[in-house]
């Protein structure tokens, strides 16, 4: 149905009035992504079934190894694999079968209901950059992250339109001890931002730490009965699973909450140069990681990881944005709805050193890919910069505002009446034109997606007003968002019983930086 005309404005203010809309304090989010475009698949059934019978074979005959872990081992033991040492070796077919009481998808709750997100089936949710030691921004340049950094990405990430997750470690704050930052960072994802997060996996009593602070949060019985919080459990890979992640594994599985099983794979160095091995190897790490986490708890949520990039064989350097990189997300994502499980995958990836045309190009190709692979959980999605070293703010408000083209993809081509057009086709006729047809005045403000960072005007507004590159146009966007941030409510018992736990813990240990 077409909507209607709404009359026209005089030029009495109109302008103005929609100049002060545009500029005024909202903060909007997004949705999660639905699709409704098909997945991308470039691997044949013949192929498939090659990459999961030799992914078998290496579970079978090679194994893997759970180190410094002997209760893992005394699970697999009882499950029925052979254990030689710290070598775990799973019959055919057992990994797969364990697996398969893991869940196809899951909800995600946040302190709003309303920022709640769905994982699996055809979603897709959005999360930012993860795990980098440095931040870089156009006025400090590149310098060792903060506390400070870390609650400003919060608050970006809260008021990004196109993030729906407000993730994990951000930033990695050296200024705070190793063994209490974590305590920080979690409250700061708790009381700066009302979307879902990430727990701390760098210890298993900090995962414990954040399981309670999630009860103080939610409530104990909600926690148990719903899952708050996602986390990420990286194998080492080739084929090792090391205690310190699989002890955090441990804690969330047995308090029903999520972890995204993920290899990290770095081509040519931790996995074979071809894109079939490195898929083979992809497969058997997360059918072993999500089988073992469905030993610790049955029913457990958990996600299909691949993280993979390529290397430059000059420099040994990771590359990313690369054909083989995205071949390989194609491919995972196939293998991951085989297992009807979430898949996780993608990200603005690049290896640039700043928020450059090289930063831009890769970011592209990672974030286009990850949306027609069927990623259902994108960490990484904005502010990622030198291969993960740097969370960069410019990069970050760049890449939110490009996450608004995923949204617009994703929805796929209307064919309504409304879409159509022939009222609009008949009413312009041969010759004339379409901007003041009544189809065009219905549509206009949602026909395009317009980004809200790049610049579109002519030439001589551009060089009156400054000339400004596009990180230029970020950093005054990142001053912009930090300046108009406003934190959301939170009531005062809680907030009150959060600061709480957290001084309470700091001062029961001695600061460790190591």
């Known amino acids: 149905m077409t909507e209607a005309v709404a009359p026209r404005r005089g030029r009495g203010g109109g302008g103005a009035a929609r100049r002060a809309e545009r500029t005024a304090i909202r903060i909007e989010t997004a949705k999660y992504i639905e699709r409704n475009i098909p997945n991308f698949e470039i691997l044949t059934e013949e192929a498939l079934e090659i990459i999961e019978a030799n992914a078998e074979t290496v579970l079978a005959e090679i194994g893997v190894n759970f180190v410094n872990n002997p209760g893992a081992l005394a699970l697999w033991r009882e499950a029925g ?26 909800t995600q709750h946040a302190r709003n209901p309303e920022r709640n997100v769905v994982i699996g089936g055809k979603s897709l949710v959005l999360a930012p950059v993860y795990g980098p030691p440095f931040v870089r921004d156009a006025e400090g340049g590149r310098r060792y992250a903060t506390m400070e950094d ?15 997750h407000s993730g994990g470690t951000v930033c990695e704050p050296t200024d705070v001890p190793v063994n209490k930052r974590h305590l920080d ?19 298993p009593s900090r995962a414990q730490d954040s399981v309670e602070m999630c009860e103080i949060l939610f409530g104990r019985d909600f926690v148990q009965q719903n899952t708050v919080m996602t986390s990420l459990i990286n194998i080492n890979s080739p084929m ?31 996995a074979p140069v071809s894109v079939a091995g490195t898929l083979t190897q992809v497969l058997a790490e997360v059918l072993a990681g999500i089988a073992y986490c469905q030993l610790v708890r049955p029913g457990a949520p958990v996600i299909f990881g691949a993280f993979v990039t390529s290397i430059d064989m000059n420099s040994g350097a990771p590359t990313f944005g690369t054909p083989e990189a995205s071949q390989i997300l194609y491919g995972a994502g196939q293998l991951a709805r085989r297992m009807r499980l979430p898949y996780r995958s993608g990200g603005a990836l690049c290896g640039s050193k700043l928020p450059d045309a090289q930063a831009a190009y890769e970011s ?59 009222g609009a086709i008949a009413e312009v006729g041969p010759g004339g034109h379409y901007l003041g047809c009544a189809h065009t005045q219905a ?72």
């Open 240 to 270: 090792t699973f090391d205690d310190v992640m699989m002890g955090a594994l441990e804690v969330y599985a047995k308090n029903n909450q999520a972890c995204i099983v993920s290899p990290f794979i770095v081509g040519g160095a931790m």
């Open 81 to 106: 694999a052979e254990i030689e040492g710290e070598r775990v070796r799973i019959p055919r077919g057992l990994a797969r079968k364990l697996c398969q009481t893991a869940p196809e998808s899951f």
């Open 185 to 203: 960072m979690l409250l700061a994802h708790m009381t700066l931002s009302d979307k879902p997060f990430m727990g701390s996996v760098t210890e």
């Open 364 to 422: 592209a190709n990672t974030l286009n890919a990850a949306l027609l692979g069927g990623v259902n959980f994108m960490l990484h999605a904005c502010g990622w910069l030198e291969g993960g070293l740097v969370s960069s703010y410019e990069k970050f408000v760049m890449d939110a505002d490009q996450l608004g083209v995923l949204h617009k993809l994703a929805k796929g081509v209307a064919i309504d009446a409304n879409a159509q057009a022939m």
């Open 150 to 164: 870390f609650r400003n990405f919060v608050k970006l990430g809260y008021m990004s339109k196109y993030l729906h």
């Open 443 to 514: 549509n206009f403000k949602d026909a395009f997606w317009r980004s809200d960072l790049l610049d579109y005007k002519p030439f001589e507004t551009w060089e009156e007003e400054g000339a400004r590159d596009t990180q230029a146009l970020a950093s005054a966007l990142v001053t912009r968002l930090l300046e108009t941030y406003q934190q959301p409510a939170l009531d005062p018992a809680v907030a009150a019983a959060l600061e709480a736990y957290v001084t309470e813990k700091k001062a029961s240990m001695p600061d460790a930086f190591l």
